[in-house]
Structure formats: C-alpha cells, structure tokens
C-alpha cells in the first residue's frame, strides 16, 4: 500500500494550489481518503476527507468554500485543489487511507492506516 502526496510550494496569500495523491497497492473506493495538515507546533488536522464507497466530502471550517476535494477512482488519485490561500494554510500536508467512516468530519489522525509523505505548503503574506 502506497501513497505519495506532490503539488505543494511556495504561493502568496490569495494565490491557489493543487495536491495530488497517487494510492497504489489497494481499491481506492474502499478506503476514506483524508488530507491532513500539521503546522509547526500545531497538532496534525483533518483537512478534508471522502468517505469510502462514494461517501460524503467534508471540510474542516476554516477551508469551507475555499478547498475541493476530489477523486478519480480510474487514475487512483485524489486531489486538493486550495484556493484563496491564506498563510495560516502553511503546513505539511499529508494524504491517508483507512477503513473508519466518519459523517462530518474526517476521522482522527490516529484512526487512519496509511500514510504518504507530506508535502509542504507555504503561503507567503
């Protein structure tokens, strides 16, 4: 089972980035697929996440109306297309996979079973 998260760099605030995570090794359709971020000091967060089986999206408040989450079952891909950047978006971004559904949110950290290589954000003011 793999995963490898790519797209992060340096953008200004107000400016607009796409992640991409490839998953090999597993049905992508199967698992929850989150995006997750943890800023320096900062616990690590659930972004946005799908829902296995075609399950609900759901954004964590502070990215409401400004990220997308986004899945191609076909290409084994998942994608976080970030708009109106803001520098407390700044993070390691990370993609995961797990089993646990979660209506509403994403589900904890410690929930999700696989992990990609994070990639960074940064969002320059």
């Known amino acids: 089972f793999q995963l490898q998260a790519s797209g992060g760099g340096l953008v200004q605030a107000g400016g607009s980035l796409r992640l991409s995570c490839a998953a090999s090794?597993?049905?992508?359709?199967?698992?929850?697929i989150g995006w997750f971020r943890q800023a320096p000091g900062k616990e690590r967060e659930g972004v946005s996440c799908?829902?296995?089986?075609?399950?609900?999206?759901s954004y964590t408040d502070s990215v409401k109306g400004r990220f997308t989450f986004s899945r191609d079952n076909a290409k084994k891909t998942v994608y976080l297309q970030m708009t109106s950047l803001k520098p407390e978006d700044t993070a390691v971004y990370y993609c995961?996979?797990?089993?646990?559904?979660?209506?509403?949110?994403?589900?904890?950290?410690?929930?999700?079973?696989?992990w990609g290589a994070g990639t960074l954000v940064t969002v320059s003011s």
């Open positions: 090794g597993f049905p992508l359709h199967s698992y929850t």
């Open positions: 799908i829902n296995s089986h075609g399950g609900s999206t």
């Open positions: 995961a996979a797990g089993r646990r559904r979660v209506v509403g949110g994403c589900p904890r950290p410690g929930d999700m079973e696989y």
